[in-house]
T-cell receptor, first 115, second 114 residues
Framework: AQSVTQPDIHITVSEGASLELRCNYS??????LFWYVQSPGQGLQLLLK??????LVQGIKGFEAEFKRSQSSFNLRKPSVHWSDAAEYFC?????????????FGPGTSLSVIP | DVKVTQSSRYLVKRTGEKVFLECVQD?????MFWYRQDPGLGLRLIYF???????EKGDIPEGYSVSREKKERFSLILESASTNQTSMYLC?????????????FGPGTRLTVL
């Protein structure tokens, strides 16, 4: 069955340190891949997405993600974390069904930032 | 900017009550979704709709129903609320335009069933 996994439930980093959040998917074809962020008390906001082309995707707030087909991964990175990046991060995949698109979300990774 | 609004941020109901959660989007999006969000489980799709009066079951439709009488409004109904339906409920919408696959989310409704 198609699935999205985020191996890290919770990550803590110091402000200014680099960050990598992992995402793996299980799907036969090349999926459409997304990263969303959810700040406390807020809905989800799109950080970036990958459909095709360049496998390194730039997003908002200084985030980037790299699609690696051989590893079925779409890891999110940021070179220097800010305290305001503390939030929950969700990786998602769109599966193109016959009559509609189905979105599958990973379980999320909670990020804490130490000042 | 796309705006998705949900009728309540916090809701407390009693077991057995009928509960209505309302979602409205203002960008003429064709597709609308209801998710529930639980710690460690991420977002799970309850129902979605790709047109007025059309609906499709998601992964966890049991105990829920939906209504879409107008394009901008998508309602989630708990016919008889139970304590295991205590959760955060998120509404989202997308457009059918090519390349417009981004989901736009409302702020969520935190429902507590006592």
């Amino acid at each position: 069955a198609q699935s999205v996994t985020q191996p890290d439930i919770h990550i803590t980093v110091s402000e200014g340190a680099s960050l990598e959040l992992r995402c793996n998917y299980s799907y036969g074809a090349t999926p459409y891949l997304f990263w969303y962020v959810q700040s406390p008390g807020q809905g989800l906001q799109l950080l970036l997405k990958y459909f095709s082309g360049d496998t390194l995707v730039q997003g908002i707030k200084g985030f980037e993600a790299e699609f690696k087909r051989s590893q079925s991964s779409f890891n999110l990175r940021k070179p220097s974390v800010h305290w305001s990046d503390a939030a929950e991060y969700f990786c998602a995949v769109i599966l193109r069904e016959t009559s509609y698109d189905k979105v599958i979300f990973g379980p999320g990774t909670s990020l804490s930032v130490i000042p | 900017d796309v705006k998705v609004t949900q009728s309540s941020r916090y809701l407390v109901k009693r077991t057995g009550e009928k509960v209505f959660l309302e979602c409205v989007q203002d960008m003429d999006h064709e597709n609308m979704f209801w998710y529930r969000q639980d710690p460690g489980l991420g977002l799970r799709l309850i129902y979605f709709s790709y047109d007025v009066k059309m609906k499709e079951k998601g992964d966890i439709p049991e105990g829920y129903s939906v209504s879409r009488e107008k394009k901008e409004r998508f309602s989630l109904i708990l016919e008889s609320a139970s304590t295991n339906q205590t959760s955060m409920y998120l509404c989202a919408s997308t457009s059918n335009l090519a390349g417009a696959d981004t989901q736009y989310f409302g702020p969520g409704t935190r429902l507590t069933v006592l």
